[in-house]
């Protein structure tokens, strides 16, 4: 007698389980059930691709109010002509410090974007023409040509690219301060003073 009790009993708790825990459950899978806390559960936000009613156009995603630069981020001022390439020499003043991090960081940079093209010592023979992947001779960067240049003149090089085109622009790839300690890695390490 004692036994079917406990097993009524057993089988009375066994069915509170499961109905607590079918009860949460739903078909749709956007639904996520009971929630304690609404608010976390339901956002009030706006879904990105919905409609706003707020806003004129009615589109949630707005863009960024013309002329807005990501935070931290200086617009570059020159554009690719040759004057203003002259003019990114004559103004722009290398502002990394010459000492052996910065050269070790131009260098891993300098690996990364530039070798295979003016090749690991800069003499213009980088793997990308020496294996005829790239049809012109990359400019030497050990030679007078670009030795004679000023710092930001090779700095809006790498940054918008060569006037002719052959070279593509780095701006978008090379973070300024270390399109800098390029610059100074292959001033001071590519040639012997
Ligand atoms: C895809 C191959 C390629 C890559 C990558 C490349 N260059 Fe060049 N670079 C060239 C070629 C080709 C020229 C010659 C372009 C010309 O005469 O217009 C050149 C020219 C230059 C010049 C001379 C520009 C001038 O005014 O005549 C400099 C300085 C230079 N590159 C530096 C770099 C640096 C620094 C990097 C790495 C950030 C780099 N290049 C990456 C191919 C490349």
Redesign the pocket.
Known sequence: MKNTINIKALQGIFLLILFTVTIGCKRDNNYPGHAYFNDMAYSQAFETYSSSPIFSDSIVMMLPVEGTVPRGEIPYQYTKTFDDQQKAGAELINPAELNKENLQRGKVQ?DI??A???GERGNGDGH?YTNKL?P?Q??S?TGDY?QNKPDGE?YH??TLG???G???A?GSL?KPGDRWK?VSY?RNEFVVK
């Open positions: 300098y974007f530039c295979m093209c003016h990308l790239f012109v990359p400019t960067l670009v090779i090089v790498i060569s006037l002719s052959l070279m593509g780095h090379i390029i292959l």
